[in-house]
């Protein structure tokens, strides 16, 4: 048996905000329906906002008669509340037994706006197996790699300490079973590919600073809080976030050895110039920005010991691949959002059999 999941960011912001002279909404979202859903088990989301329009409850009705018999969404705002929901949705083939969310602390930028946080859902795929699955999507910069005492790259930091306690909150005695898999999927908004350095072609293959930092926090080292509050005395020994660490696995960077591009990506014309892959949807400051922001991680893996007689998932990185939703007909978009989604199977070993 194969769990196929998919994370993206669909680009489905509420009516009348758009970088161009259309984001195509309509027409996107009735693509995503007709040629997306069937293709996985697990779809989650995000941008895919309710605020304003109906495009999120018809998405679910039509999810629904495809057979996604579970959902689970950021909680809807009201008009005057002051700010929008956070967008996330996660659909599901399967049981979701348990749910829960929340709500980071206000952003900046336009994501002040926005109720950004984490959908948590507790999912049964065989008696025997449960995905717990955390959906996020974190404070975004406005630029492709920002310096990491940037103040948008400092809430991010705060965000994801917020969600690695909401992880321990749901799944801190599930970490060393081989039968339940633990996954953090979405747009996080870190740049997990490094500057390109032409003088060093290996450089492409690393980390970036930033991504560093995230998994810091993730794995529960934690970073030094003069991050967080410059003002703090030299001596300080506080840290962002401190607890057992644990082992996370980058699915997409194992499968491509490096950060794949999936966000602004390129193209190169006849001159050797470099040119924006999409144009339709996305800003011209992000036009190649060459970013790496959206990710699948897993937080437990199958414990290295023999699981002879045990149910367990396994990951097939093999098939853990951007998802680039570049639209083949005739339609007035050239791709399905401004970012690439991003999926992987679990295969799903049943001891029984």
């Known amino acids: ?21 259309s984001d195509h909404k309509e027409a996107r979202l009735a693509y995503f329906i007709k040629h997306c859903l069937h293709k996985y088990d697990i779809i989650c989301l995000q941008e895919m906002f ?6 999120r409850a ?4 039509a999810a629904f008669k495809a ?36 709500v980071y602390p206000v952003g900046v930028h336009s994501d002040r706006f926005s109720d950004k946080g984490a959908l948590y859902a507790r999912i049964e795929v065989t008696p025997m197996h449960t995905i717990h699955l955390f959906v996020t999507h974190t404070q975004a910069s406005y630029m492709s790699s920002p310096p990491v005492t940037e103040p948008s790259a400092i809430i991010r930091y705060q965000q994801l300490a917020t969600l690695r306690k909401f992880i321990n909150k749901h799944v801190s005695k599930s970490m060393r079973k081989p039968n339940e898999a633990i996954l953090v999927v979405g747009d996080l908004n870190v740049n997990g590919r490094p ?65 794949p591009v999936t966000f602004g990506d390129i ?34 893996e199958k414990p290295k010991r023999d699981v002879t007689g045990e149910a367990h ?23 399905l959002s401004d970012h690439y989604g991003a999926s992987t ?9």
């Not at 934690?222 to 644990?246: C, N, R, Y």
């Not at 050797?272 to 937080?299: F, N, W």
């Not at 951007?322 to 978009?333: G, L, R, S």
């Not at 199977?345 to 059999?353: C, E, G, I, T, W």
Request: aromatic share 10%.
């Open 50 to 55: 309710a605020f304003g329009s109906s495009r």
């Open 58 to 61: 018809r998405l679910l009705e």
């Open 195 to 259: 500057p390109y350095d032409p003088a060093n072609p290996a450089s492409a293959t690393g980390d970036s600073n930033e991504y560093k930092l995230m998994m810091k926090i993730l794995r529960g080292e934690g970073i030094d809080a003069k991050l967080i509050d410059p003002g703090l005395p030299d001596a300080t020994e506080h840290m962002i976030f401190v607890d057992s660490t644990l082992h996370i696995r980058d699915l997409l960077k194992e499968s491509y050895y490096h950060h």
């Open 267 to 300: 193209t190169v014309d006849e001159n050797g110039h470099l040119q924006p892959r999409e144009t339709v949807l996305a800003a011209k400051h992000d036009y190649c920005a060459m970013a790496s922001l959206d990710y699948i991680l897993s937080i437990n």
């Open 345 to 353: 199977v679990l295969k799903v070993v049943d001891a029984n059999k």
């Open 67 to 102: 057979g996604f018999n579970y959902s689970w969404a950021s909680p809807a705002k009201r008009l005057l509340s002051g700010s929008i929901d956070g967008g996330l949705i996660i659909l599901c083939r399967f049981p979701i037994r348990s749910r829960d969310f929340i």
């Open 313 to 335: 998932f396994v990951y097939d990185v093999d098939r853990t691949k951007i998802e680039e939703f570049f639209v083949k007909e005739d339609y007035p978009f050239t791709q």
């Open 1 to 21: 048996m194969e769990v196929r999941l998919l994370t993206f960011n669909l680009f489905m912001r509420p009516p009348l905000v758009k970088n161009n002279a």
